[in-house]
């Protein structure tokens, strides 16, 4: 009897662990990078910008759309 440690891998089983580890670590890549905060920032308030605390220094999408938005509907002041 042989243990699993002692088979030999062949071409086959060895593409098919790589496709499979090399998959698994692409995903965990792809979950990292669109769950990071940006520019170091993280919202503290569920990217609900009116009335925040933070919102004049805060430079994440969701305040710079609205400070846009603020300053198209007071003429370009803000």
Known sequence: MSSDLQ????RREFFRAAARYGS?????VA???TTR???GQICI???ICRGCAAFTDCGLPS????KA??????GGKS
Do not use: V
Not at 7 to 10: F, L, V, Y
Not at 63 to 66: D, E, T
């Open 63 to 66: 305040a710079l759309s609205a």
């Open 37 to 39: 905060p940006r520019n």
């Open 24 to 28: 698994l670590a692409a995903i965990g």
């Open 7 to 10: 088979r030999q891998i062949h």
């Open 31 to 33: 979950a990292y990078l």
């Open 69 to 74: 938005a603020r300053a198209g509907a007071n």
């Open 45 to 47: 308030n569920n990217s």
